[in-house]
């Protein structure tokens, strides 16, 4: 089994910063696709950014230019840094990850959320 775990949500004000961080951990043989979703009250969960297990990356329009998504494939980590923060951005803030367990089977994983709190 694999466990995602999420930190550095908060309540920041509009312009501000956020660096959010998520952890595997488990019996992990390898992590691919690692993205970061949110969900706003009301809306559906949507893509924000993707990272591939050798660096590309791919983000939502609404985010580009303004959030940074990184991984640290040593540490199992990958990290969304989020600049120029808009009220529209509160959400609460989901990691997923393609992982391949040391039995063989690819499976997919989310973590249990961060809440992320804009304010105007």
């Known amino acids: 089994q694999v466990q995602l775990v999420e930190s550095g949500g908060g309540l920041v004000q509009a312009g501000g910063s956020l660096r959010l961080s998520c952890s595997a951990s488990?019996?992990?043989?390898?992590?691919?696709?690692m993205r970061w979703y949110r969900q706003a009250p009301g809306a559906q969960r949507e893509l924000v950014a993707g990272i591939a297990p050798g660096g590309s990356t791919n983000y939502a329009d609404s985010v580009k230019g303004r959030f940074t998504i990184s991984r640290d494939n040593a540490k199992n980590t990958v990290y969304l840094q989020m600049n120029s923060l808009k009220p529209e951005d509160t959400a609460v803030y989901y990691c997923?990850?393609?992982?391949?367990?040391?039995?063989?089977?690819?499976?997919?994983?989310w973590g249990q959320g961060t809440q992320v709190t804009v304010s105007s």
């Open positions: 488990g019996s992990i043989f390898r992590l691919d696709a």
């Open positions: 997923y990850a393609v992982a391949v367990a040391v039995d063989g089977l690819v499976r997919q994983y």
